[in-house]
């Protein structure tokens, strides 16, 4: 058996780190199989030698966490928890620190894992940007800011949005209304995203003036977009031939952001995934970076990180066969 203990001295640190009820200290006590509690200031944790010692290196990396003025809470402890038994705690602190955007009531959006931060610093650096993840990862929420980011500081002229018209079940042809109104269900995610960034009254003057641009991705043909924001949403339902049109239409001064999830694809059967293709054959090419997210990403309620995970796991194909008394098992 082994004890680690640690004094917090600030009395607002120590509620930060505890959370309500002492649910953050529960929540270590159970994943890293420990005993943790409070005693007057002073973080104690028993157990096993091991547990122990590795706790202490999480523990130390959650305070440093709350020293920079970072809430606490359980999936954030839980990602911390991952990310030590991967080796991956240096510096996760200034990961959740650092400011990407600020919306229009004034709350700072910051990348929330290492994976997101290797987006938002890809984006910074290459004219192309592929971001692909599951659900929940914050891909297409995060490439919203970085182009509202561009526009507001001048880097940009315009923001386009557009996504491919294909959907389990569904056409465009089937919604009623002009080709706004079809458009609309397909772009909501982008819509509310740009909504927060700009404030409503401003976003929908900037619709007006043409600043931001939606359209489906069948419109893309025969333009070039130079000096604009292109955001490509739900690219997994692109063919390789609407990928390809996609982007060649990239113009001067103009940076692209492809959006999608490989493990919801709704093209009909035998087609293959333009997203799929396109990172395969483009991932050595300068100016162009591609950030695989995971169910570690998922920065939604705890629960979809199960769900994503579960799913995974239930879609892998087996690598090889089990044998049992010279018969397929």
Known sequence: MKNY??????????????????????????????????????????????????????????????????????????????????????????????????????????????????????????????????????????????????????????????????EAGEKLGFLPGDLQNKVDPYLRPLYDALSEMFGLETYQKLIEKGVIEIAPLAYMRGRTLSNSYVILDEAQNTTKEQMKMFLTRLGEGSKMLITGDVTQIDLPQGKESGLIHATKILKNIDGIEIVNLTHKDVVRNPLVTEIVKAYSKAEEKPTQRKIKDGKNE
């Open 5 to 166: 203990t640690v004094e917090i001295k600030s009395g607002d640190r120590l509620a930060e780190f505890l959370g309500v009820f002492d649910e953050n200290l529960n929540v270590l006590s159970k994943e890293l199989g420990v005993t943790a509690y409070v005693d007057d200031g002073f973080i104690k944790i028993m157990g096993e030698k091991a547990s122990v010692d590795f706790a202490s290196e999480v523990v130390k990396k959650l305070l440093e966490v709350v020293e920079v003025n970072e809430p606490l809470d359980k999936s954030r402890i839980l990602y911390c928890i991952d990310m030590a038994r991967e080796g991956k705690l240096d510096g996760i602190e200034k990961t959740f620190s650092g400011v990407v955007a600020v919306t229009s009531r004034g709350k700072q959006i910051k990348p929330k894992t290492l994976g997101q931060k290797k987006y938002v610093d890809a984006i910074n650096k290459n004219t192309i940007v592929f971001g692909v993840g599951p659900a929940g990862t914050g891909k297409t929420y995060l490439a919203v800011c970085m182009a509202a980011v561009a526009y507001k500081q001048k880097l940009t002229e315009k923001i386009i949005l557009t996504r491919p018209a294909v």
